[in-house]
Structure formats: structure tokens, C-alpha cells
């Protein structure tokens, strides 16, 4: 992929976000987006070597829209200013939208390459899930908290609104209770975007989802709740 064209795309869409500016280049978007589909289609592939479940992934369903939802934002910009995927098995783009753990990726106008896997924001009653088979599986969870290879690429879980206290039904003194206490089950990395070498940014993209896997695979055993 062209990762300078792309920035220097994105960078442009910041500063002329309207519609007449993105229909004169919209040849240009269609060219990104098809590259961008290429490296999210190998990508697909290199992980499903090992994690089966994301084989049959379609690369054209993981893409995100570039169209903003405005509906209920007072920002009434059009288009996002990134390029992102989520890869998982259920076909839904959105881990908030409860379909399980996902390996996810966003380039940005400023040149960074994001990428994240596990759960983001998922809705309540899959959180509650988690979050009781955190209490039930005492052992597993502080396996997966001391793997190597994802504390080394990633630290720590996302703690954005991280509770204060201990959830309703979950005592203080719980095994695990800082990590109950969460809202998103999801390790996080950011680098700047080598734009001269497409094949080192697929490589770092795959190395840490590899060595996020363990977190995947636990976060697919949370039992599912009776509604």
C-alpha cells in the first residue's frame, strides 16, 4: 500500500472536510480504499493461520465506512479523517456492538499506525459476562494477565471509565477486582507509520495481534448470559 498517498490524502480530507472537496477526489479515495482492502485481506489471512475463527472474515464487511454518523453529533464534519478495520468472525465491524473480540487497525492523517484487540466498550449485558467469568475463572484470568508476550507488547488493559468501585453484585475484596472494575477488555499500541515500507507496518500489525491472541481466546470462553 501507498501509505504516503494515503497520508497525504487523509491529511488534505482535515483540512477541506465537505463533500464538494471529497467528490473531486474521489478517484483518489477509491484507489486507497482498494489498497487498503489488499492489506486487510492479507492481513485476514496471516492471522487465521493462527486463529481459524477470522478465515472466513470478509475484508470488504471489516472495512469502516469513511462517513461520519452525524445523527446525534454537534460535529457536523462528513468524513473521518482515517483509514480503519476490525477483523473478527461475526462480520460485525463494532466490538461495542457485542460480537466478541476483534483485532483492530487505523491509520491517521498525522501518519500513526494504531491497533488494538479485545473487546471496546461492549454493551452490558456481554460486560456483566466478562466480568462474572473474571470472578469464576480466578486462575485463567491471572494466567492471561502474566503471558509475556502480551504484557510485553502491550502493558495493561484500556482503562478509559474504569470504575471508581467495585460494580453492583462484585465484592471488594473479589481476586481480579481492578480488572472487574473495567468497561473495555482491549490491549491498545500506537507507532508512527513507516510510509516508505508497507511491509514493516503489516509486520508489526501481525505481531501484535499474535501476541494478543491469549487474550482473545480467553475473552471467547466468557460464557453468554440468559437475556
Avoid at 454518523?69 to 473521518?80: C, E, H, N, V, W
Avoid at 503471558?147 to 502493558?155: E, N, S, T, V, Y
Avoid at 508512527?192 to 494478543?212: K, W
Wanted: with cysteine; net charge positive; hydrophobic share 40%.
Amino acid at each position: 500500500m501507498h501509505f504516503r498517498d494515503l497520508i497525504q490524502f487523509l491529511a488534505e480530507l482535515s483540512e477541506n472536510n465537505n463533500r464538494a472537496w471529497f467528490a473531486m477526489n474521489r478517484p483518489r479515495y477509491d484507489i486507497l480504499r482498494e489498497e487498503f482492502l489488499t492489506l486487510v485481506t492479507g492481513l485476514i489471512a496471516e492471522i487465521a493461520a493462527f486463529d481459524p475463527f477470522v478465515a472466513n472474515c470478509d475484508p470488504k464487511k471489516a472495512l469502516f465506512r469513511i462517513n461520519r454518523d452525524m445523527r446525534f453529533s454537534k460535529d457536523k464534519r462528513p468524513y473521518k479523517t482515517t483509514f480503519s478495520a476490525s477483523i473478527l468472525p461475526s462480520g460485525r465491524k463494532k466490538p461495542s456492538e457485542g460480537g466478541g473480540p476483534a483485532y483492530y487497525l487505523q491509520i491517521s492523517a498525522a501518519g500513526q499506525l494504531h491497533f488494538g484487540v479485545g473487546e471496546y466498550a461492549p454493551p452490558p449485558q456481554r460486560l456483566r459476562a466478562i466480568r462474572q467469568h473474571i470472578a469464576a475463572d480466578v486462575q485463567g484470568f491471572g494466567k492471561l494477565l502474566k503471558d509475556r508476550k502480551l504484557q510485553a507488547a502491550f502493558g495493561g488493559f484500556y482503562e478509559e471509565g474504569k470504575l471508581t468501585r467495585p460494580p453492583k453484585g462484585f465484592a471488594a475484596d473479589l481476586p481480579h477486582i481492578e480488572q472487574i472494575k473495567l468497561k473495555s477488555y482491549f490491549v491498545w499500541k500506537e507507532t508512527v507509520l513507516n510510509r516508505n515500507a508497507p511491509e514493516a507496518a503489516s509486520a508489526t500489525l501481525l505481531a501484535g495481534f499474535r501476541d494478543a491472541y491469549a487474550l482473545v481466546a480467553w475473552l471467547r470462553g466468557v460464557p453468554q448470559l440468559e437475556p
